[in-house]
């Protein structure tokens, strides 16, 4: 497979120290403890955080995170206990994102990460599981859903940064450059506000907010980031031969909601249901009802297949 380009901490010791020390406070905050799985692949050493993984009578259900997030963020505040059943559970940390993983990536367009995600799976010894990923995690799904469709039982989208053009609507721009021109916990925080979650009806704990606030100073201060973006897979999309749910927040404003359901219709021929979640951003991944939706659709692909 081919580096494309290649992300690092900019004090490779103490920044990773840094993250080491916030996974524990957020497992403390949680009450329980993350396996840690590292797997060899062809772009390094990729890390997945685990829950009741010694446990395979249970479903699997392995997860992709955003950019510039760590798949962590979909336990804050226990969110993954919404699901409301147990599962197997993999945390994967996407190479090139500000986690533990290594910072080699292959060309965002071609296939590679499909292809990488399926070493995963087989480092993982998985053989088939249920994958959800938010917004670059859900780019990641779609590309192993054109690889390697048969390791899929099926794909939960969570605002996808595949399904559209990143949106250059004035208001999206001011909020998502501000942090980055200048991460300040209070900028971090504005764009948090109005780009990730819409309170009152969306929003963290107030320690897991703190918690969220200080990750993204962390990650746009201390990680070069040269990973390429997600973006629109058009055409591309037509070859995933996997069942697909959408689930969008309508508040979203890196990706406007109606534009993802009209390109989502048009070129996702296996799409079986798209669930918009009234007064939700971008950060879809930590809304309660999001997380119940999936545990509800599992269930029921479950039952029917054990008829």
Known sequence: MKIKATSHFKDEINDRLYFENWVKKLEQANQRKYER???KTSIGTTLVWGLN???PQLETLVIFPGARTTALIW???KGLDNLNQKFRIYLVETNGLPNLSDGATPDIKSLDYGIWANEVFDKLEIEKAFVAGASFGGLICMKLGITNPERIKAAF?????????FSLGFTNLYYNILPILSPKPKNVLKFLDKAVFAKPNHQLSPYAEKMLVDYEVFAISRYKDNTKKPYYMNQELSEVKVDSYLLLGDKDLLFPYQKSIENAQKHIKPLQDIKVFQNVGHGIETYPM?????GEI???ISITKTA
Request: charge should be negative; charged fraction near 25%; proline fraction near 4%.
């Open 37 to 39: 799985i590292e797997v």
């Open 53 to 55: 993984t010694n446990e």
């Open 75 to 77: 336990d804050f505040d």
């Open 157 to 165: 989208l969570l605002n996808p940064g595949c399904l559209q053009f």
């Open 290 to 294: 999001a997380m119940k939706y999936i």
């Open 298 to 300: 599992i269930k029921n």
